[in-house]
């Protein structure tokens, strides 16, 4: 258009698929013949970045996206960082209100569980902050 000028859209990090985690460390995350640096957020609807960098960062807010795709997931794994932190007992609450079993451990276990029970085709999600 003439006169109009458009600048570089940047749009939030977002893979449209369910995929394992091939590799985790370095800050970032390997899944689908592809890599994303920072924390990763996997629900039914795909793979996308997740902004806490940190286990003090994971409220209510960090998980908006899993409260809405709750009628698709069973079982929410979070990988918290390094070591295993374990989640505010009101996010439990919520999570058990949506009918997700919620369960934090550090993020190496994270990843190895949910691949294990992706490949079962089971109704996981998954919360993983970045390790390096």
Request: hydrophobic share 45%.
């Amino acid at each position: 258009m003439r006169g109009r000028k458009e600048g570089l859209i940047v749009r939030d990090a977002h893979y449209p698929g369910r995929a394992p985690i091939d590799a985790y460390g370095n800050s970032g995350f390997r899944f689908a013949d592809m890599s994303h640096v920072g924390s990763v957020l996997c629900v039914p609807s795909g793979i996308y970045g997740w902004s806490p960098v940190s286990a003090d960062e994971l409220d209510q807010s960090a998980f908006e996206t899993v409260f809405a795709e709750s009628s698709n997931i069973e079982v929410l794994l979070i990988g918290t960082g390094p070591a295993l932190v374990r989640i505010k007992p009101e996010l439990r609450d919520m999570f058990r209100s949506k009918g997700i079993m919620a369960d934090s451990m550090s993020t190496g276990a994270a990843v190895r569980t949910f691949n294990v029970l992706l490949a079962e085709n089971r109704a996981v999600a998954a919360c993983l902050l970045a390790v390096d």
